[in-house]
């Protein structure tokens, strides 16, 4: 399996009518990616705006942001089990815009799930410089919902983790949405000459090389893999070129996640570019999911040990939960992989506040590797914003969201998360 | 330039008085240093002086109320620039003494403190978050050692000058965040850190995973029909309106209440503030998280010797663990006066 990405560096997006790359700008038909929203029913309208950094604008309800790409060679296609047959992807050439992001958001819907929900983009000020999509040309995309989808009854949730049926649905009808506007964008740089390409493969290489797993907590809780949104709980095999492809969609309701950083995931992309070099990268362990009971936490730990023990790993780089009882899950398949003598490290968030709080809501002394990825309850003040997109208010009706905020930093949509391209991180003294 | 003014804090033995045979001896003071405070004398140099020592018994300044105020109200009498407490090693009760002296020292006079224990010592891990603590050897064999950094520190608290990292200047970690920006990428850093424990060289985690200590379980009762028990829960049951302002979470207080002769907690008396879990069906029945109706069964059945007097009850949500070690100390000392001899304990 050998993936080419190959990157076309976006530097400008106007909004005209029509698709068009040239010379490195990018030119979208907002009523052709209207009536490609449109073509599911869960939709009344759709709205397509353009926003770029520097803009006095704050984007709020955002659900998930994408990376437009498209396949040029090879088997299947990007965002599988969406937009393209559910078939191994990963090998052959795929083209990205590099710069530009597809960015959903969606007011809550009846029954909707409040949990983790809030997460905006500035587009200027020290949220800009915060956020990773500050920084990105952003296609936002902003939804109506058919009130058909939300019969008498879609309100009463039951599970407030999960919300309702009918209000999950629809997030996955603005997921599913978002994926085909990203892969119609990503169509215009199929004939362009991209401006580096970089391959992925993981060849056979010197036996004496440390093999690594990367075992992955699924950071959305439970991520769509194939278009397929199912607990992961007894772990399951990927390879690294799989998530390039768009394999992996996050979901919005997660402790935190964006399929962009799926698509560009730099703890694999690192571990595949030292592959042969410094290590054997000898694939991708994903796990976890809403565990509610210890026995489920010792399968769920138990199955990622195993996993990367039938690789016959040497060490393991984990990406795992804090904050909620998915610490346990995390923590006992770190302890167990240690104690198959598979050296771990870990990347992580904090959530602790005050001195008095270590910041861990479980721990082993076996995780004695960490790498501290930010705090996500870190407050942040941000500014006014002139313009407000994606809904009139947050979740939490004090705020006014147009003014200046105090908000944790996970509100921030991708400032704190341990996929691994932010420096942020947490001294403790 | 005008001479600092030191008072040094020391227990009964380092004060010369006695050991544990004199640990009720009440607080005192004497004029100049004493003890190990001559060392510390020298570690001062000419840029403060030992004014006064005051002291206490361990058992004393640990159990009696109020002892701690006592303990700083010989202390103001001095007019201090600096309190220097201990250093305690590996001391448990000195150890708490100093930690409470030192930050009661601070709230009330405003003066540069400082304190040295052995890291183990169970009073570092409550009270490194709050004042400077010298690490130090387990025994008084590292006292000049421990003396001389914890003298350093305290001149420089005393002329306002900002404290290094505690790496870097020797004091037990404090657990104060500072956000920043690393130099690279988390990606680098984790990608390096496996790849140095991989091959056994050296490495360094970022964050230190918190030290968990087993308790070992108490031995069980010898014959439960003679013994005196108790009921104890985290559930945050407390008499309905919450008089005592009981936290629903980070609960800072454990409350007692009496059940002398009550048989029963009827709904309409009692409710739960416990903020971590839906409370509707405790709020119906309140014996479904203390069981007093059962327990006062088993006490007209003979099974159990006599319910003790008190309920005793906080909220175990999102507690912070020095203060919920802190409610088991206090309310095993309470059962301990009581000759209670067994816990119920019920949590949620």
Same mark, same amino acid.
């Given at each position: 399996?050998?993936?080419?990405?190959g990157?076309?560096?976006?530097?400008d997006?106007q909004?005209?009518?029509?698709?068009? +790359?040239?010379?490195?700008a990018?030119?979208?038909?907002?009523?052709?990616?209207?009536?490609?929203?449109?073509?599911?029913?869960?939709?009344? &309208?759709?709205?397509?705006?353009?926003? #770029?950094?520097?803009?006095?604008?704050?984007?709020?309800?955002v659900?998930?942001?994408?990376?437009?790409?498209?396949?040029?060679?090879?088997?299947?296609?990007?965002?599988?089990?969406?937009?393209?047959p559910?078939v191994?992807?990963?090998d052959?050439?795929?083209?990205?815009?590099?710069?530009?992001?597809?960015?959903?958001?969606a007011?809550?819907?009846?029954?909707?799930?409040?949990?983790f929900?809030?997460?905006?983009?500035?587009?200027?000020?020290?949220?800009a410089?915060?956020?990773?999509?500050?920084?990105?040309?952003?296609?936002? +995309?902003?939804?109506?919902?058919?009130?058909?989808?939300?019969?008498?009854?879609?309100e009463?949730?039951?599970d407030?983790?999960?919300?309702?049926?009918?209000?999950?649905?629809y997030?996955?009808?603005?997921?599913?949405?978002? /994926?085909r506007?990203?892969?119609?964008?990503?169509?215009?740089?199929?004939?362009a000459t991209? &401006?580096?390409v970089?391959?992925?493969?993981?060849?056979?290489?010197?036996?004496?090389?440390?093999r690594?797993?990367?075992?992955?907590? $699924?950071l959305?809780?439970?991520?769509?893999?194939?278009?397929?949104?199912?607990p992961?709980?007894l772990?399951?095999?990927?390879?690294?070129?799989?998530?390039?492809?768009?394999?992996?969609?996050?979901?919005?309701?997660?402790? @935190?996640?964006?399929?962009?950083?799926?698509?560009?995931?730099p703890?694999?992309a690192?571990?595949?570019?030292?592959?042969?070099? &410094?290590?054997?990268?000898?694939?991708?362990?994903?796990?976890?999911?809403?565990?509610?009971?210890?026995?489920?936490?010792?399968?769920?730990?138990?199955?990622?040990a195993?996993?990367? $023990?039938?690789?016959?790993?040497d060490?393991a780089?984990?990406?795992?939960?804090?904050?909620s *009882?998915? @610490?346990?899950?995390?923590?006992?398949?770190?302890?167990?992989?240690?104690?198959?003598?598979? #050296?771990?490290?870990?990347?992580?968030?904090?959530?602790?506040?005050?001195?008095d709080?270590?910041?861990?809501?479980?721990?082993?002394p076996?995780? *004695?590797a960490?790498?501290?990825?930010?705090?996500?309850?870190q407050?942040?003040?941000?500014?006014?914003?002139?313009?407000?997109?994606?809904?009139?208010?947050?979740?939490d009706?004090?705020?006014?969201?147009r003014?200046?905020?105090?908000?944790?930093?996970?509100?921030?949509?991708?400032?704190?998360?341990?996929?691994?391209?932010?420096?942020?991180?947490?001294?403790?003294? | 330039?005008?001479?600092?003014?030191?008072?040094?804090?020391?227990?009964?033995?380092?004060?010369?008085?006695?050991s544990?045979?004199?640990?009720?001896?009440?607080?005192?003071r004497?004029?100049?240093?004493?003890?190990?405070?001559?060392?510390?004398?020298?570690?001062?140099?000419?840029?403060?002086?030992?004014?006064?020592?005051v002291?206490?018994?361990?058992?004393?300044?640990?159990?009696?109320?109020?002892?701690?105020?006592?303990?700083?109200? +010989?202390?103001?009498e001095?007019?201090?620039?600096?309190?220097?407490?201990?250093?305690?090693?590996?001391?448990?009760?000195?150890?708490?003494?100093?930690?409470?002296?030192a930050?009661?020292?601070?709230?009330?006079?405003?003066? @540069?403190v400082?304190?040295?224990?052995?890291?183990?010592?169970?009073?570092?891990?409550?009270?490194?978050?709050?004042?400077?603590?010298?690490?130090?050897?387990?025994?008084?064999t590292?006292?000049?050692?421990?003396?001389?950094?914890?003298?350093?520190?305290?001149?420089?608290l005393a002329?306002?000058?900002p404290?290094?990292?505690?790496?870097q200047?020797?004091?037990?970690?404090?657990?104060?965040?500072?956000?920043?920006?690393?130099?690279?990428?988390?990606?680098?850093?984790?990608?390096?850190m496996?790849?140095r424990?991989?091959? $056994?060289?050296?490495?360094?985690?970022?964050?230190?995973?918190p030290?968990?200590?087993?308790?070992p379980?108490?031995p069980?009762?010898?014959?439960?029909?003679?013994?005196?028990?108790?009921?104890?829960?985290?559930?945050?049951?407390v008499?309905?309106?919450?008089?005592?302002?009981?936290?629903?979470?980070?609960?800072t207080?454990?409350?007692?209440?009496?059940?002398?002769?009550?048989?029963?907690?009827p709904?309409?008396r009692w409710?739960?503030?416990?903020?971590?879990?839906?409370?509707?069906?405790?709020? /119906?029945?309140?014996?479904?998280v203390?069981?007093?109706?059962?327990a006062?069964?088993?006490?007209?059945?003979?099974?159990?010797?006599s319910?003790?007097?008190? /309920?005793f009850?906080?909220?175990?949500?999102?507690?912070v663990?020095?203060?919920i070690?802190?409610?088991?100390?206090?309310?095993?000392?309470?059962?301990?006066?009581?000759?209670?001899?067994?816990?119920?304990?019920?949590?949620?």
């Open positions: 399996m050998r993936l080419e990405v990157s076309v560096r976006v530097r997006v909004l005209d009518g029509r698709v068009a +790359l040239d010379d490195h990018l030119t979208i038909d907002g009523e052709e990616l209207r009536r490609l929203i449109l073509e599911d029913p869960h939709f009344a &309208d759709a709205r397509v705006s353009v926003v #770029k950094p520097g803009e006095s604008v704050r984007i709020v309800n659900i998930d942001v994408v990376e437009p790409r498209w396949k040029v060679r090879g088997a299947g296609g990007v965002f599988p089990g969406f937009v393209s559910a191994t992807v990963g052959g050439c795929t083209h990205r815009l590099a710069g530009v992001a597809v960015v959903e958001s007011a809550p819907v009846p029954g909707e799930s409040t949990v929900r809030e997460r905006l983009i500035d587009m200027a000020g020290p949220g410089d915060l956020s990773p999509f500050g920084r990105t040309l952003n296609v936002v +995309l902003e939804f109506t919902p058919n009130p058909a989808s939300f019969p008498p009854g879609s009463d949730v039951k407030v983790l999960s919300g309702g049926p009918e209000a999950a649905e997030t996955t009808a603005v997921q599913a949405a978002g /994926l506007v990203a892969a119609r964008l990503g169509r215009a740089a199929a004939a991209p &401006d580096d970089e391959a992925f493969e993981l060849p056979p290489c010197d036996g004496a090389l440390p690594v797993v990367c075992a992955i907590q $699924g959305s809780l439970t991520a769509f893999l194939y278009g397929i949104r199912v992961l709980t772990g399951t095999l990927v390879h690294p070129n799989e998530f390039f492809d768009g394999a992996v969609v996050e979901w919005n309701r997660g402790y @935190a996640g964006a399929t962009y950083w799926a698509e560009n995931h703890l694999l690192e571990l595949c570019r030292r592959h042969g070099r &410094d290590l054997n990268f000898v694939g991708v362990v994903l796990f976890g999911g809403v565990t509610t009971t210890t026995a489920d936490k010792e399968a769920c730990s138990s199955a990622a195993k996993i990367a $023990g039938l690789l016959r790993a060490a780089l984990f990406i795992g939960i804090n904050g *009882n998915h @610490a346990v899950d995390l923590m006992l398949a770190i302890q167990k992989c240690e104690r198959l003598g598979i #050296k771990t490290t870990l990347v992580y968030n904090d959530v602790g506040e005050g001195p709080d270590p910041g861990f809501i479980f721990a082993v076996e995780a *004695n960490i790498v501290n990825a930010g705090s996500r309850v407050k942040v003040t941000l500014p006014r914003m002139a313009r407000l997109i994606g809904g009139q208010r947050l979740m009706p004090a705020i006014d969201p003014g200046a905020i105090t908000v944790p930093m996970r509100y921030l949509h991708s400032a704190v998360d341990p996929y691994g391209h932010s420096r942020m991180t947490v001294r403790f003294e | 330039m005008t001479t600092l003014r030191v008072v040094h804090y020391l227990n009964q033995f380092f004060a010369g008085i006695g544990e045979d004199k640990a009720d001896t009440p607080p005192g004497r004029e100049g240093p004493t003890g190990p405070g001559r060392l510390l004398q020298q570690s001062l140099g000419d840029r403060a002086q030992v004014v006064t020592t002291y206490c018994g361990d058992n004393h300044v640990g159990e009696k109320p109020g002892a701690v105020e006592d303990v700083v109200g +010989l202390i103001a001095a007019q201090p620039d600096i309190v220097i407490a201990g250093p305690a090693f590996s001391a448990g009760r000195y150890g708490l003494a100093c930690g409470a002296v930050v009661r020292a601070r709230e009330r006079l405003g003066v @540069a400082v304190t040295g224990m052995h890291p183990d010592n169970a009073a570092a891990e409550i009270y490194r978050t709050k004042v400077p603590i010298v690490p130090t050897e387990k025994t008084a590292g006292m000049a050692e421990a003396l001389s950094v914890m003298a350093r520190l305290a001149l420089r002329a306002h000058e404290l290094g990292s505690p790496r200047e020797g004091y037990l970690p404090t657990g104060h965040r500072v956000f920043h920006e690393a130099a690279r990428p988390a990606t680098d850093r984790a990608v390096e496996l790849l424990k991989v091959r $056994g060289e050296r490495y360094t985690t970022e964050w230190e995973v030290r968990y200590t087993l308790v379980p108490a069980p009762l010898r014959d439960p029909a003679t013994a005196k028990i108790a009921l104890v829960t985290t559930g945050g049951l008499p309905t309106g919450n008089p005592d302002r009981l936290e629903s979470g980070y609960a207080k454990w409350l007692r209440y009496s059940i002398k002769g009550v048989s029963e907690l709904p309409e409710q739960s503030v416990h903020g971590g879990f839906d409370t509707t069906l405790i709020n /119906l029945d309140p014996h479904r203390v069981p007093l109706d059962v006062r069964e088993l006490e007209r059945e003979g099974a159990i010797g319910l003790f007097d008190e /309920l009850t906080t909220t175990g949500n999102t507690s663990i020095p203060d070690r802190r409610f088991a100390r206090e309310m095993t000392q309470a059962f301990k006066v009581a000759g209670v001899e067994g816990v119920i304990l019920t949590s949620t």
